[in-house]
């Protein structure tokens, strides 16, 4: 693959073999980020699970002080006498068993997370794989089952996000935009590297964080020093 005259330009600006301190990389992402948009800087983490084994697997959310800069639509799937109150604790979408059926039947889902409470999660079975394949559908591990809808629906749109490993034992999360502050994306990632350190499942031996990259969209990966 022909690699951009962009990508070029920003890669020599970087040490290929060299780690870089946070603030570092914060600052190469913003010299390195070439594109004509406002682009979003991501942070990629190889960790020392096995995720074939259930045990090991990580998933989590964690509230970025900061937000990642984009607008979440949240749907409310809920009892029809809860929708006024998914509504008011500002879902963007909230519906009982009528928006499950539309859902079933054009398999379209124009929100960026779902919510539900536990009385309701039954009634979801039905749109099951169609969330499930977009990975839409409530979790428990995620805080999106509860009882609790203007809390739920309130860190998420506050900046509460997920995360959890691949088939590769990687995980990546957006943790802002380029044109935040340096300060709001140290501290966004911050609070994302603190809760996956906590986050280490008890099965998994050796050193659980092995490397942690950080790039901007389209933008070459930083090398970061997990001290």
Known sequence: ?????????????????????????????KETSKVKFDASVEVHVNLGIDP?????LVRDSVILPHGTGKTVRVAAFVPTDQIKEAKDAGADIAGDNELVEEIKKTGKCDFDVAVTTPIFMKSLAVVARILGQKGLMPNPKTGTIGDDL??????????????????????????????????????????????????????????????????????????????
């Open 52 to 56: 074939k084994k259930s045990d090991q």
């Open 1 to 29: 693959m022909k690699t951009s005259k962009r990508l070029k330009e920003a890669k020599a600006k970087i040490e290929a073999d060299k780690v870089y301190s946070l603030p570092e990389a914060i600052n190469l992402i």
């Open 150 to 227: 203007k809390k739920m629906i309130g860190e998420l749109k506050k900046g509460k996000v997920s995360y959890k490993n691949d088939d590769t034992a990687n995980v990546h999360l957006t943790i802002g935009k380029v044109s935040f502050e340096n300060t709001a994306l140290e501290e966004n990632f911050q609070a994302f590297f603190e809760a996956l350190k906590k986050n280490k499942p008890s099965s998994a031996k050796g050193t659980y964080i092995k490397s942690l990259t950080l790039a901007s969209s389209m933008g070459p990966g930083i090398k970061v020093n997990l001290k």
